[in-house]
């Protein structure tokens, strides 16, 4: 079976949409997909009819691409109010030889969720931490294993039903069924995780349109999150107020001809802006790049004294992600504020290679280590579909050795 995937986030400025193919671990981009955002507030519903329409536009857009009509993802969930907690939980082994598989994995996990969501809450991931087969303890992978009883212990995130549902419910509008729900900063880590990160404590930092999501993630278990409300658009606000352009203006300037350090900034590379009828300013590369660079700075000391309020355990790794990271120098105002053992994550996916796309495609990751585990096999497109965009993707695609097939059981939790 083809392992073909689609991953959508809905941040507050732009929707990601990520079509890939995973094929012996590797990771194939077929489609990708940035667009406009509307209706949706440092991740919250204000506006569903907009928030839905604009969704459409976009899956319209990247079915156009690879041929195929898409009406099934796994989706990237806002962490405004996410809760997490360890919990356990313990089954009985039923197979007469007492050997373990993908099922008992999975009751595992449903016991460990029993009685540990409230009402008002509504279960977005658990993600196991380690597993014991009777006496035996620290196990990562249970599969085959012989023993009468499972145990797992396990983290679990929730989050507030009044927040997930209006946020849910925009495809339910779309027609797109919702395969998964996962939380965005864990497709950012599993976008650029390592062998070395999967073993240490570290952290997480996606500076978005409107927020900064803050998360530590201990041996690739996401443990605790907080969220700063600011983003990359207070740097369009401080072009505003010093050079008098308007947003769409500020935002171009900061785009297309900012960098983020001074180091890379050219001082006789000047631009003139419109700013009425009448008036126009020429701004200087260097002196724009100030202002960029002086709020990057503000915003990476803000997130590095939430990562400190966090834990105040030693962090081995920062990764710092999100579209604003793309600007040149980015790192090295990165390694300037947070130290040495921080830095810009190496999105160099070949059909994204932009880091706005790192939750949209890392929870494509994540999900496929999910199902792995499972012991489950899943596409989202059967074989007449796949077909079709092997004609549309550029020969990315093999020919097709197994019948492919969308259902999958359980596959939620």
Not at 38 to 49: H, S, W
Not at 156 to 162: A, D, L, N
Not at 286 to 294: A, G, I, R, W, Y
């Amino acid at each position: 079976m083809r392992k073909i995937y689609t991953g959508i986030d809905i941040g507050s400025d732009s929707i990601k949409i990520v079509v890939a193919e995973i094929k012996n671990d590797n990771f194939y981009v077929l489609a990708s997909t940035s667009t406009k955002s509307k209706g949706i507030k440092r991740g919250l519903v204000v506006d569903a009819d907009a928030a839905s329409s604009a969704l459409k536009d976009a899956v319209t857009k990247i079915e156009k691409q690879i041929g195929v009509r898409i009406d099934k993802a796994i989706v990237s969930v806002p962490s405004s109010g996410k809760k997490l907690k360890i919990v356990s939980g313990n089954i009985a082994i039923k197979d007469e030889n007492h050997k373990i598989n993908g099922r008992d994995i999975n009751r595992a996990l449903k016991d460990a969720v029993i009685g540990n969501v409230l009402d008002e809450d509504e279960l977005v991931t658990i993600v196991p931490i380690v597993f014991n087969v009777d006496n035996r303890e620290n196990i990562f992978d249970p599969k085959g294993e012989e023993g009468k009883e499972l145990g797992v212990k396990a983290v679990i995130g929730v989050s507030p039903k009044k927040i997930l549902y209006p946020y849910m419910n925009i495809f339910t509008e779309a027609n797109i069924e919702i395969v998964d729900i996962v939380f965005g900063s864990i497709g950012d880590y599993y976008i650029g995780s390592n062998k070395d990160n999967d073993k240490a404590l570290g952290a997480i930092i996606n500076i978005g349109e409107e927020t900064i999501n803050v998360s530590i993630f201990n041996k690739k278990i996401i443990i605790k999150n907080e969220i700063i409300k600011l983003g990359s658009r207070n740097i369009d606000n401080d072009i505003i107020y010093i050079y008098g352009v308007d947003r769409q203006e500020a935002r171009y300037l900061k785009e297309n001809f900012a960098v983020a350090s001074v180091r890379y900034a050219d001082v006789n590379d000047t631009i003139d802006v419109k700013i009425n009828d009448n008036e126009s300013v020429t701004i200087n590369q260097e002196d724009l790049t100030k202002v960029v660079e002086s709020r990057i700075s503000e915003l990476l000391k803000l997130a590095k004294n939430q990562i400190n309020n966090l834990t105040n355990r030693k962090i081995s790794y920062i990764i710092v992600t999100g579209g604003i990271t793309g600007l040149v120098g980015f790192n090295t105002v990165v390694e300037n504020t947070l130290g040495i053992n921080a830095s810009v994550l190496n999105d160099n996916i070949m059909g994204i290679r932009n880091n706005k796309f790192s939750s949209a495609a890392g929870i494509i990751k994540y999900f496929d280590k999910k199902m792995d585990l499972r012991d489950k096999t899943y596409s989202m497109f059967d074989n007449d579909q796949v077909n079709t965009m092997m004609e549309f993707t550029n020969g990315n695609m093999v020919s097709l050795d197994e019948e492919s097939t969308s259902d999958v059981d359980d596959y939620h939790n």
